[in-house]
T-cell receptor, first 114, second 114 residues
Framework: KQEVTQIPAALSVPEGENLVLNCSFT??????LQWFRQDPGKGLTSLLL?????REQTSGRLNASLDKSSGRSTLYIAASQPGDSATYLC?????????????FGKGTKLSVKP | NAGVTQTPKFQVLKTGQSMTLQCAQD?????MYWYRQDPGMGLRLIYY???????DKGEVPNGYNVSRLNKREFSLRLESAAPSQTSVYFC?????????????FGQGTRLTVV
């Protein structure tokens, strides 16, 4: 059964720092991996989708990498800002269970201090 | 710019009451999903609809029913609400099953059953 783990569960950094969020998955037979952002009391906003054939995907100050063989993905945030404070979730499709089911990690809660 | 719209945003029910959560998407997506999010449990799939006219159970379907009314709308019904169904419910959609394409989420419905 696919399991997704995100470490650390919480992270606090000063404004301007570059940071890396980690996501690991147990079954490397994935077609893609998606990163989301969730603000308190809000829904999930899609940040980046990396296909299994890709190794990196970039959007603005965000860069996500994928290493299927090691079961890992990282989300790099450059020059962090207080507005980046949110919970970041990664998710992979689960083919062993319901079709179309996304398996989510429990998230990393990021706090960027001014 | 609506994307995925859920109604209502908040709801309080008494045990045994019934209600329907509504979801509509304007992106012409084929697949739609209902998830619930609980502290410590993360997001779990309740039901999904891979395409108009089809619905399937997800990880936690007990106590729920769904209707794919048309391509745009996918509703979730609680026939007899229980306190264990207190949760935040998210509707999502994607162009194809999530193994291939990006998923987009609504803002959530916060349900409390007393």
């Amino acid at each position: 059964k696919q399991e997704v783990t995100q470490i650390p569960a919480a992270l606090s950094v000063p404004e301007g720092e570059n940071l890396v969020l980690n996501c690991s998955f147990t079954d490397s037979a994935i077609y893609n991996l998606q990163w989301f952002r969730q603000d308190p009391g809000k829904g999930l906003t899609s940040l980046l989708l990396i296909q299994s054939s890709q190794r990196e995907q970039t959007s603005g100050r965000l860069n996500a990498s994928l290493d299927k063989s090691s079961g890992r993905s990282t989300l790099y945030i450059a020059a962090s800002q207080p507005g980046d404070s949110a919970t970041y979730l990664c998710a992979v499709p689960n083919y062993g269970g319901s079709q179309g089911n996304l398996i989510f990690g429990k998230g990393t809660k990021l706090s960027v201090k001014p | 710019n609506a994307g995925v719209t859920q109604t209502p945003k908040f709801q309080v029910l008494k045990t045994g009451q019934s209600m329907t959560l509504q979801c509509a998407q304007d992106m012409n997506h084929n697949s739609m999903y209902w998830y619930r999010q609980d502290p410590g449990m993360g997001l779990r799939l309740i039901y999904y609809s891979a395409s108009e006219g089809t619905t399937d159970k997800g990880e936690v379907p007990n106590g729920y029913n769904v209707s794919r009314l048309n391509k745009r709308e996918f509703s979730l019904r609680l026939e007899s609400a229980a306190p264990s169904q207190t949760s935040v419910y998210f509707c999502a959609s994607s162009e194809a099953p999530v193994g291939n394409t990006e998923a987009f989420f609504g803002q959530g419905t916060r349900l409390t059953v007393v």
